[in-house]
């Protein structure tokens, strides 16, 4: 049983221990059941305390049961909430460390609930794409009003404990020792009749229809491609309109919906993604990690100062190391600047910003960063630049200091081939603007050690990114990807698509920014630098020429006010151009291509089976760990719609043989080389598996 039961006196005590986090899984519901029914059968005991092992009180119901039957097996969450509530002696939730979803809704069906402070307090079921679906939208609104508990469901936002402090859902806060005080309140009140019931409590608004429309109305205009907010204030409006029994069945029906969207099954699905993608197979959870106590960034550019930023938002020292004074002093300013832009947005106190530009210092001397702990170099993306560096670090560094590269896809073993200490040397490819982007790639070199990656996958959480290991090859996991989905991106203006049309399309799928508009933000010229370098070393991978062509014309993008589009002074705005347009039907007809109307679904398919195919190679070939891991990197890194949970899971929702059936007709079109099958998809759709 993961619920144990001890007597303490007359009082009864079943704590959760279920680890990690007491999540309500089947053998928890049954031993809560057992617990309270054997406290009701011993007359010595006159009330029951239900307690949380480690973390804290519950992390709500085992996510990992869901679509499964264990879910629904009794005692259900349902049946435990009710026994718990008819229970004819006292029960009371004494709560620390967290108590959320299911585990805030068993407090509430509970008499009464004690907490200590910094206890997090949430419904967060809404970021699961589902809704409490325990008596969690009837329940909350009665203790904390309809306002916040609306708020808190819709958002999903944890509160801290002691913020709810005098509220109905709190009968007292314990200073001190959590069990003791819950032990003093529970024989305080063992005797006190009627039990208390929040079923029971009316939920007194002014003005309560006004208010559900405005927030009906204000939900809709934010939840984009998600039903759950909406649903959330639905089932609360049942709260407030219904019968208390009729509103937990309104929630019920809701819940039941929601659990089997698909929406919801891929937020879920990024859920773990995210914690597995920390687990790496053969370096132990408990491998010692190297003490990062400060860091160094080379080359104080957008990517060196973003990088840098990241390390003092984490109260990590930093030391900035540039060539020229002047190059330094325009990364500071830049630095500077981008932390006053975030203090006025309110995210940032004039306090927090000195605290964070003070603990970043600028250096024209390699000497000065000898004593750094890791130390990431993000100068230009050449080899003989790289080894210019990190020949340098390997003189200047202390033993044990981390060498790390922001190289965005040249080959790690051999710039830790530069050094005479190859087991230090890690990749760390930030994602630009570094100082945002969550999505860390952690490039694992032949002879990384064990204890470097453990380390840098540790610091990844600490600096608030999502850290993935790649191993090595040219664009490690997402650029590799990319380029196979801009190549696709290039043909189908060759055979009949504009770039606006195709934007629109992939756009309405759910990408953040179509590859075009994306083009011109990031630059034409990057690309067109790395085709360069790809006609020689890859003379059999083909591409459109149409890009060239445009860079030819000095057209990147943005900062150059043209690119696959026109611009304004001034304004982001995309405007397409008659100029580019004309371009790209002149090119078809020069490359002897009969254009064709391209539909919306055949370019939403070859842009992302593309991305799909190589990821599949990807996984393969070991680059990557996990499929979830290419979904995360895509989720993190490159706009990918999280309602639809990544590129591998996407296709696993589609079902690998339709997207192998899509990848074969495309093998019969004008670029059969860019289609050939990965051996892994086709095995799988062979067995009728997925990736995930
Ligand atoms: N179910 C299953 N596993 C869970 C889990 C859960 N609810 N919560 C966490 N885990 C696993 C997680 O995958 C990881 O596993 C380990 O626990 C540590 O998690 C009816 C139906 C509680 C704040 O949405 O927000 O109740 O990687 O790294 O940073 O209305 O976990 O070690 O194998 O995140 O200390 C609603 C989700 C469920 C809370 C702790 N509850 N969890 O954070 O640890 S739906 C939630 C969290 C529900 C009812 C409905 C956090 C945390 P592994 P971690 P942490």
């Known amino acids: 049983m993961t619920a144990t039961y001890q007597a303490h006196g007359d009082i009864a005590v079943i704590t959760l221990a279920n680890p990690p986090v007491n999540g309500l899984g089947h053998s928890t ?12 059968d011993d007359a010595s005991i006159k009330a029951i305390v239900l307690v949380g092992e480690g973390k804290g009180f519950s992390g709500g119901a085992d996510i990992r049961e869901f679509n499964t039957p264990k879910a629904l097996q009794e005692p259900s969450l349902h049946t435990v909430i009710r026994v718990v509530e008819s229970a004819a002696k006292p029960v009371i939730a004494a709560i620390h ?18 907490a200590v402070a910094g206890a997090q307090i949430a419904l967060p079921e ?26 808190m469901i819709v958002s999903g936002t944890p509160v801290r404990s002691e913020k709810l402090a005098g509220t109905k859902l709190f009968d007292q806060m314990i200073d001190g020792d959590l069990l003791p005080g819950a032990l003093s309140f529970a024989r305080g009140i063992a005797d006190r009749r009627p039990l208390p019931k929040v079923r029971d409590i009316r939920i007194a608004h002014a003005n309560a229809d006004g208010y559900l429309q405005f927030a ?45 969207t698909p929406e919801s ?67 500071l300013a830049t630095i500077r600047k981008n932390y006053e832009n975030s203090m006025k947005k309110g995210k940032l106190t004039q306090e927090q910003l000195e605290q964070r530009v003070g603990l970043i210092t600028g250096t024209l001397s390699y000497e000065a960063i000898g004593s750094a702990d890791i130390v990431i170099e993000a100068v230009f993306e050449d080899m003989a630049v790289k080894e210019t560096v990190f020949r340098k670090l390997d003189e200047v560094m202390k033993p044990g200091a981390i060498l790390a590269s922001n190289t965005s896809t040249l080959d790690v073993d051999q710039i830790a081939a530069f050094t005479k200490r190859p087991q230090d040397v890690i990749g760390t490819h930030f994602f630009s603007p570094a100082n945002v982007m969550k999505l860390l790639e952690i490039v694992r070199g032949a002879q990384t050690a064990k204890d470097v990656l453990a380390t840098v996958m540790d610091l990844a959480k600490k600096i608030r990114k999502t850290g993935v290991v790649s191993g090595v090859c040219d664009g490690f996991i997402g650029n590799r990807m ?33 590859p075009f508009r994306m083009s011109d933000l990031a630059g034409n010229d990057i690309g067109w630098y790395i085709r360069k370098r790809r006609y020689v070393e890859k003379p059999d991978v083909t591409y459109s020429k149409i890009a060239d062509k445009l ?5 990147f993008g943005q900062k150059t006010s043209a690119g696959w589009y026109d611009y304004k002074a001034g304004d982001r705005k995309a405007y397409p151009s008659d100029e580019v347009n004309r371009m790209i039907v002149e090119h078809s007809a020069e490359i002897g291509v009969q254009r064709r109307k391209v539909g919306d679904e055949e370019i939403v398919e070859r842009l992302v089976y593309a991305l799909v195919n190589e990821g599949a190679h990807i996984l393969e070939e070991g680059i990557a760990l996990r499929a979830s891991d290419i979904d995360m990197v895509y989720l993190t890194g490159y706009g990918f719609p999280l309602f639809r949970g990544g590129p591998m ?14 990848i074969r007709q495309y093998a019969k079109g004008q670029h059969p080389e860019a289609w050939k099958a990965a051996p892994l998809l086709e095995r799988l759709a062979a067995e009728g598996k997925g990736f995930n």
């Open 126 to 151: 809404v970021k699961l794409g589902i809704l409490p679906g325990a008596g969690g939208t009837q329940r909350l609104p009665r203790v904390l009003g309809l306002e916040q508990a609306l708020n």
């Open 551 to 555: 860079c030819e014309r000095g057209r």
């Open 482 to 514: 990319v380029e196979q989905y801009i190549r696709q991106a290039g043909f189908l203006l060759e055979e009949g698509c504009l770039p606006a049309q195709v934007d629109k399309a992939i756009e309405k799928f759910g990408f953040a920014m179509g």
């Open 265 to 331: 099954k891929a937020l879920r699905h990024a859920f773990f993604a995210e914690r597995a993608a920390s687990k790496i197979p053969d370096v132990p959870a408990d491998t010692p990690l190297r003490a990062i106590r400060s860091a160094a960034v080379i080359g104080a550019g957008t990517m060196g100062g973003g990088i840098a930023m990241n390390f003092a938002n984490a109260g990590i020292p930093v030391t900035l190391l540039e060539m020229k004074q002047d190059a330094l002093d325009k990364g």
């Open 29 to 40: 519901r049954a031993g809560i059941v057992d617990g309270v029914n054997r406290a009701l």
């Open 97 to 114: 460390g967290m108590a959320m979803g299911g585990g805030l809704e068993l407090a509430l069906g509970c008499h009464y609930r004690v």
């Open 649 to 662: 899971f996407h296709a696993d929702t589609v079902g690998l043989s339709n997207v192998l059936m899509a």
């Open 216 to 260: 009906r109305n204000t939900v809709r205009a934010v939840a984009g491609p998600f039903p759950a907010p909406l649903q959330c204030v639905e089932a609360v409006a049942a709260a407030v309109g219904k019968k208390f029994d009729d509103g937990l069945k309104i929630e019920r029906d809701l819940f039941l919906a929601l659990v089997q």
